[in-house]
């Protein structure tokens, strides 16, 4: 476990609170937590401690053992060559505030896990030639300190961003990203992170998909023949600011379950999605942006985090446990200061249920006690 500041890594106590409570059994795979305000927290000296202890090197020696992976959405570290030249733009928040403020809001939970997870949709380039369109998203290679600082460890790099400045803005922004330590998948790069005897194998591609299909046995079987435990497929799918997910999605996520991913993660609404829970794991249609310099005030601030726990053997994992994280893309009421925070009481409620209307196949929740 990283050693970091720990105060949220209890949470919030599966879908608490509101109305679609009572008449819904358990699920002991996924669920929603939140600290008790009166919850003492253990100071972090004695996590040190308990991290060193000769007894705690050995157990970690022995399997089977616990492995958390943190999934968050949509991350654009930059923006576009018109909104630089706002006051409110990304860049201008990075000189005031540094690179350790993006992500500040969601240290206790990414600084907890053993992995995090986003899409990064853009590019880390001098570049100047770009494509043709509407949004092109740029930021300095310097921008990877904003990731290491906020304790992101991998990304995937599938989706319709990656070559807004073209090839040479992609083959940059892959060799800044690797050279920043991150480790980077995606659009035919098999990722591989490796931590205390677990490795994670991950994949993604983005649209547009062939008939609706996208097969990805061959690349989980690549994954699996490194050593690779767990194996992560990410998608770039469905519609932008359309709640329900699509036909396509559903078919390309179950067909990756199917394939032998150990979970799914999707991209690119730009907003919430439901879930499905499919053969003992899960399909998360779209978890939402994340840090997005992309847009200097979103309409839709709703977001969460999947935070996904894994008891993994020699050479496999057992089905995921999944805690929704319900967060806010700011604090702010107005505008944005590209800082996401996790989500508190009825905005919470909010979020979650939001999602829970979207779902499929999970309707086994119990609500927990607040």
């Given at each position: 476990?990283?050693?970091?500041?720990?105060?949220?890594?209890?949470?919030?106590?599966?879908?608490?609170?509101?109305?679609?409570?009572?008449?819904?059994?358990?699920?002991?795979?996924?669920?929603?937590?939140?600290?008790?305000?009166?919850?003492?927290m253990p100071e972090l000296v004695d996590v040190l401690d308990e991290a060193t202890d000769p007894d705690d090197a050995q157990a970690a020696q022995s399997w089977p053992r616990t492995f958390t992976v943190t999934l968050a959405g949509d991350t654009t570290l930059g923006s576009t060559d018109d909104l630089r030249k706002r006051d409110d733009c990304f860049e201008r928040v990075a000189e005031?505030?540094?690179?350790?403020?993006?992500?500040?809001?969601?240290?206790?939970?990414?600084?907890?896990?053993?992995?995090?997870?986003?899409?990064?949709?853009?590019?880390?380039?001098?570049?100047?030639?770009?494509?043709?369109?509407?949004?092109?998203?740029?930021?300095?290679?310097?921008?990877?300190?904003?990731?290491?600082?906020?304790?992101?460890?991998?990304?995937?790099?599938?989706?319709?961003?990656?070559?807004?400045?073209?090839?040479?803005?992609?083959?940059?922004?892959?060799?800044?990203?690797?050279?920043?330590?991150?480790?980077?998948?995606?659009?035919?790069?098999?990722?591989?992170?490796?931590?205390?005897?677990?490795?994670?194998?991950?994949?993604?591609?983005?649209?547009?998909?062939?008939?609706?299909?996208?097969?990805?046995?061959?690349?989980?079987?690549?994954?699996?023949?490194?050593?690779?435990?767990?194996?992560?497929?990410?998608?770039?799918?469905?519609?932008?600011?359309?709640?329900?997910?699509?036909?396509?999605?559903?078919?390309?996520?179950?067909?990756?379950?199917?394939?032998?991913?150990?979970?799914?993660?999707?991209?690119?609404?730009?907003?919430?999605?439901?879930?499905?829970?499919?053969?003992?794991?899960?399909?998360?249609?779209?978890?939402?942006?994340?840090?997005?310099?992309?847009?200097?005030?979103?309409?839709?601030?709703?977001?969460?985090?999947?935070?996904?726990?894994?008891?993994?053997?020699?050479?496999h994992a057992e089905a995921p446990q999944v805690t929704i994280v319900p967060l806010r893309l700011t604090a702010l009421e107005d505008g944005t200061d590209y800082r996401p925070v996790i989500a508190e009481g009825e905005e919470a409620d909010r979020i979650v249920n939001r999602i829970l209307r979207r779902s499929y196949k999970m309707d086994d929740f119990e609500n927990g006690t607040w």
């Open positions: 476990m990283k050693r970091l500041p720990i105060a949220l890594l209890m949470m919030i106590s599966l879908f608490a609170g509101s109305a679609c409570a009572e008449a819904m059994p358990i699920n002991p795979n996924l669920t929603y937590e939140r600290l008790a305000e009166d919850e003492a005031e505030k540094g690179y350790g403020w993006f992500f500040s809001g969601l240290t206790d939970l990414f600084a907890t896990d053993d992995l995090t997870l986003v899409n990064f949709e853009g590019t880390l380039t001098e570049a100047t030639e770009k494509k043709e369109k509407k949004f092109n998203f740029k930021g300095p290679a310097e921008y990877t300190d904003i990731l290491t600082l906020g304790s992101v460890e991998a990304v995937t790099i599938a989706n319709n961003h990656t070559l807004d400045y073209g090839t040479q803005g992609r083959e940059d922004t892959i060799a800044n990203l690797e050279g920043a330590g991150i480790t980077v998948s995606g659009n035919g790069i098999l990722g591989v992170y490796e931590k205390d005897g677990v490795k994670v194998g991950m994949t993604g591609y983005c649209f547009p998909y062939t008939d609706g299909k996208k097969d990805i046995s061959a690349d989980v079987e690549a994954l699996r023949e490194m050593g690779c435990q767990i194996v992560i497929a990410s998608f770039h799918w469905g519609s932008e600011y359309r709640e329900d997910f699509t036909a396509e999605q559903r078919n390309i996520g179950r067909a990756a379950i199917k394939a032998g991913a150990d979970i799914v993660v999707g991209h690119h609404p730009h907003i919430v999605q439901g879930i499905e829970r499919y053969e003992d794991s899960y399909i998360l249609y779209s978890v939402g942006n994340l840090v997005f310099g992309g847009n200097v005030d979103p309409d839709d601030r709703d977001a969460y985090a999947a935070r996904v726990t894994f008891t993994v053997h020699e050479d």
